[in-house]
């Protein structure tokens, strides 16, 4: 219960980012989208943001 990380997606660069407003996560997955954009990471950005959807 509470208050749950909010979604923000952010156009930059032709990519279309998934930002979580958390904490450290946002950070964790900030990085990750500002290093390397590959499918794997991708699909890890994806799965967090699905189990965070899913703990409510």
Request: charged share 15%; hydrophobic share 40%; net charge positive.
């Amino acid at each position: 219960m509470g208050q749950w990380p909010t979604h923000k997606t952010v156009l930059r660069r032709g990519f279309v980012l998934v930002r979580i407003t958390s904490p450290q996560r946002s950070v964790t997955i900030g990085a990750w989208i500002e290093g390397r954009r590959t499918p794997i990471q991708f699909s890890f950005i994806f799965a967090t943001v699905k189990a965070t959807n899913n703990f409510s």
